[in-house]
């Protein structure tokens, strides 16, 4: 269901006066997150989901408990739904607050603020000041940033100067998950006075490499004669000295949508997304298409000597697609790394990440290939290889952006995302920031558009560096 048609729905949480549930284990009551600013109310089998902060709250979702199925349950007292490798846990509240009460005083200065550019600055604020995980890695001082853009906003301030307000905040952190969305109209005529302001460069404009471009020359060089499936999203092949060779280009993108492999890159992608939104439970459904996919390619690569998994161009997606990909070179479940998420002044529980495996793994040498766009899930099947005796990492740092996007809404609509999640290491290693390094450093640079010339540039000079360093080793 799409954001705007979320926010229209007849709002039962906000009719709640208490808990009036007879039974200590009843779905039925208010529940609250515990971190991630959501408040749930449930009544015979009908729910609805609100954001939440200290001075808003927003509806965002409604629907009958039955759509979760046995990812939704109540032990100890505590609502846990299961999201793949997350657990999210929601304890008893007796009433929900003042600002949530349908026709109280809170609620209706709110929906009248809800187009107020100061009331919606406030609470992006106030989002980022409850969840945030990374101010000190950042070196972000909020409250220096409060003090610096507040005063820029007033009552009379416009939504496209608004937008270019709050872009710019945003901006400084320099966090790959931060964004923020706004209707095309407003990004549309901020971008065009942006580039009435650099109309005085007279530099022509340069042509930007695409990296689905760059994987797919790679892949034309290496596997001419090789598989490509799901819009090029995964492409194998065998390369000379039977070594198995596999581009996994995004951790999503790979579910059985029938969406025609034939459609351009952006005309798949606008298809699949709009398949996606009708789905109950995409996480299932990526797993299960990728699987039937990782069948075949398993049976066309299973007698290599040894296996390329080439994830350099992979900007990320589900992070369990890649953890999935991993169970079929391990043989053995083991915890492999944590994640907790902001809550106050401290986090959430714990939970501990278990890497899955397969029966009958391949157990020959994996060379996983990556680099500074290899991001987000990425990153967690990079993180959990690290506990994967198996695995050689070949490229340079990962970006380093771990945590999963906290979504959230504007009362005017808009949307933004942010890092509210600390991944670690069984060691305690966070690789925010900095990203995770390879075994083989190969001194990629970190700027996007030069990495991807770096390749195309090796390529016309004759060879991938990574692929044939991966092949360098195999011949040891």
């Known amino acids: 269901m799409k954001l705007a048609a979320l926010l229209l729905l007849p709002i039962l949480l906000l009719s709640c006066n208490g808990n009036d549930t007879s039974e200590a284990n009843s779905l039925d009551g208010v529940w609250e997150s515990v971190g991630y600013g959501r ?54 509240v007796e ?28 609470v992006l604020w106030h989002t980022f000041d409850e969840h945030y995980a990374y101010f000190e890695l950042r070196k972000i001082d909020w409250d220096s940033m409060y003090a610096h853009y507040r005063p820029k906003v007033n009552e009379n301030t416009t939504p496209v100067e608004l937008f270019g307000i709050m872009d710019e905040m945003l901006n400084a952190f320099n966090d790959g998950h931060i964004g923020l ?85 952006r005309d798949y992608w606008m ?11 995409s996480t299932s459904d990526e797993l299960e298409g990728f699987n039937d ?35 079929r070179v391990n043989g053995e479940e083991k915890v492999t790394f944590t994640k907790k998420g902001r809550m106050g ?34 990153e967690i099947m990079t993180l959990s290889s690290l506990s994967l005796e198996n695995i050689t990492r070949i490229g340079s740092r990962t970006e380093g952006v771990f945590s999963d996007i906290l979504d959230r809404v504007l009362p005017n609509e808009w949307t933004f995302g942010l890092s509210s999640e600390v991944y670690e290491t069984l060691d305690g290693k966070n690789y925010e920031g900095p990203g995770i390094p390879p075994d083989i450093e190969l001194g990629y640079p970190r700027d996007t558009q030069l990495f991807l010339k770096e390749v195309m540039q090796s390529l016309e000079d004759g060879d991938d560096a990574a692929i044939e360093k991966a092949l360098e080793l195999i011949k040891e």
Not at 54 to 83: H, M, Q, R
Not at 233 to 254: A, C, E, F, K, S
Not at 271 to 281: M, Q, R, T
Not at 298 to 325: C, P, S
């Open 39 to 92: 408040l749930v109310k449930i009544v015979d089998g009908q729910y609805v989901m609100a954001e939440v902060t200290k001075i808003s709250c927003i509806p965002i979702l409604d629907g009958d408990i039955s759509d979760f199925g046995e990812a939704l349950y109540v032990k100890n007292d505590t609502l846990t739904l299961e999201d793949g490798i997350n657990y999210y846990y929601f304890t008893r």
């Open 95 to 122: 009433d929900a607050p003042a600002i949530c009460k349908k026709d109280s005083p809170e609620r209706t200065e709110a929906e009248q603020k809800a187009n107020d550019p100061e009331y919606n600055f406030e």
């Open 181 to 265: 969305d706004v209707p095309d109209e407003i990004y549309e005529q901020a971008a065009a006075n942006s580039e009435e302001e650099e109309e005085a460069s007279q530099d022509p404009p340069v042509k930007r490499l695409r990296k689905y471009l760059v994987a797919k020359a790679v892949a034309e060089k290496y596997i001419p004669k090789g598989t490509a499936i799901k819009n090029n999203n995964l492409r194998w092949g065998i390369l000379d000295g039977n070594v198995g060779y596999v581009q996994l280009n995004q951790m999503m993108g790979l579910a059985d949508y029938g969406v025609s492999d034939t459609l351009s890159y």
């Open 271 to 281: 298809a699949y997304f709009e398949k996606g939104e009708e789905s109950l439970d």
């Open 293 to 327: 996919s990782l069948d075949q390619l398993m049976a066309g690569l299973d007698e290599t000597d040894a296996l390329i998994i080439d994830v350099r161009f992979n900007g990320g997606g589900k992070d369990e697609v890649g953890m999935e990909f991993l169970a």
């Open 345 to 378: 002044d401290g986090y959430t529980p714990t939970i501990k990440v278990v890497q899955p495996a397969v029966e009958n793994p391949y157990e020959k040498p994996v060379f996983l290939l990556i680099s500074t766009e290899s991001a987000s899930a990425t």
